[in-house]
């Protein structure tokens, strides 16, 4: 029998958090935590490598041989919650949990009618009789003022290096704030774009990211042929930023997740079963961290009917209780604690809740992560 998680006992401030606002702390930033005791550095690259687990690399450490020798005991964190790629580079970029910097999920209830795609900036109804609210402007989507600007306007040269079919996109413009924006056209360009961030006359942090062992994470799952060979990229990239470093800079390497294939005997399809449907308004959110939108008259009835159905194999909260548990952090605004759903829904191992017909492409997925388990959380912390 699966023990059902104590959210109570899971970090209130997430790891990305604590990582960006240590990064900055040891370039000289003023008002930042150094939660990670990171030594001084006048230059820091942070290689983000999307979807790469701790335990997957150690599985896989002899397709990735340069990011397996850097790795150390001890070298991990919790990334925080929901453990899904808007969330939590948001959470690194801006160094604030997702109940400070409003991305609560890879998809969420922006109003009462709309669900809202922070990667894809759109909207779309929860019904066919709504009409869906037009996307928020992205460059005022996270109000308070992030880590990133705090530190720029402090001195630091903060630079970010992705593909560059992102480079313009509004999720970089509504996450990316604070940071020069460099595009690259392939990964090739990424090393001698990473040097010439690093080498100016300040301090300097530059944020590469890597996006496509996610992708092939997703389609084919981790450990797959595709999945390896994108590792095996990954590594090569590793080593090449190292290579072109500027003398005395400093590589890190980490990531926003980790990656699991479901366990089909866990897997529930919210789309066929209609006990679950019964007084739900809406669900949205990854298949491993779900929100479930709900009436309120009926919001007990429903919580009890959901955790009766899911049994030990899932952990179902209320809003309150997963605000109160510190689940998005220690901290909550009020337009975040909106587009939360009145019921949380996360397995506590191998499962998921899917939507055959609504969301079938994401049901046919190979690999999915979002909720408290270790394999959707913990992540290497690798320096060289």
């Known amino acids: 029998m699966t023990v059902p998680m104590d959210v109570t006992r899971q970090p209130t401030w997430p790891g990305l958090a604590n990582l960006s606002q240590s990064i900055l702390a040891a370039l000289g930033g003023v008002g930042f935590r150094n939660a990670f005791e990171l030594a001084p550095s006048s230059a820091t690259c942070l290689l983000l490598i999307d979807g790469l687990g701790h335990a997957l690399l150690q599985e896989h450490a002899q397709q990735a041989p340069f990011l397996a020798a850097l790795a150390k005991p001890g070298g991990v964190f919790r990334v925080g919650f929901p453990a899904t790629t808007a969330a939590s580079l948001a959470t690194l970029s801006s160094g604030m949990a997702s109940g400070v910097h409003g991305i609560v999920g890879c998809t969420f209830a922006l109003d009462a009618d709309s ?6 900036w759109t909207c779309s109804p929860f019904s066919e009789e709504k009409l869906a609210t037009l996307a928020p ?8 003022q992030t880590a990133w600007e705090q530190a720029s306007e402090q001195g630091l040269r903060i630079s970010t290096v992705m593909p560059a079919r992102y480079a313009d996109s509004p999720y970089t413009r509504a996450v990316y704030r604070g940071s020069q924006i460099l595009g690259a056209p392939s990964l090739d360009a990424y090393p001698l774009l990473v040097r010439q961030a690093l080498t100016v006359d300040a301090a300097a942090y530059c944020f590469a990211y890597f996006a496509d062992l996610d992708f092939a994470g997703h389609l084919f799952g981790p450990g797959s042929e595709a999945w390896l ?15 072109q470093l500027p003398q005395g800079a400093r590589l890190l390497v980490s990531a926003d997740h980790g990656m699991l294939g479901l366990d089909s005997a866990e897997v529930v399809d919210f789309d066929l079963e209609y006990g679950l449907q019964e007084d739900v308004l809406a669900i949205a959110g990854d298949i491993r961290a779900r929100h479930v939108y709900i009436d309120a008259a009926r919001h007990d009835r429903v919580l009890e009917r959901w955790r009766d159905r899911l049994g030990d194999n899932y952990t179902v909260l209320s809003k309150a209780n997963a605000i109160a548990g510190g689940l998005f952090g220690d901290v ?9 759903g009145d019921l949380i829904v996360v397995p506590n191992a191998g499962g998921g809740i899917i939507r055959s017909v609504v969301e079938p492409a994401a049901s046919r997925w190979q690999g999915h992560h979002g909720a408290l388990a270790d394999a959707d959380q913990v992540v290497p912390l690798l320096m060289c």
């Not at 669900?115 to 894809?120: A, G, V, Y």
């Not at 060979?229 to 290579?243: H, N, P, V």
């Open 229 to 243: 060979e994108q590792l095996r990229s990954a590594d090569r990239l590793a080593q090449a930023i190292f290579r």
């Open 115 to 120: 669900e809202f795609s922070p990667l894809t």
């Open 332 to 340: 909550m605004l009020s337009q975040a604690e909106g587009r939360i």
């Open 137 to 144: 402007p992205p460059e005022r989507f996270i109000v308070p």
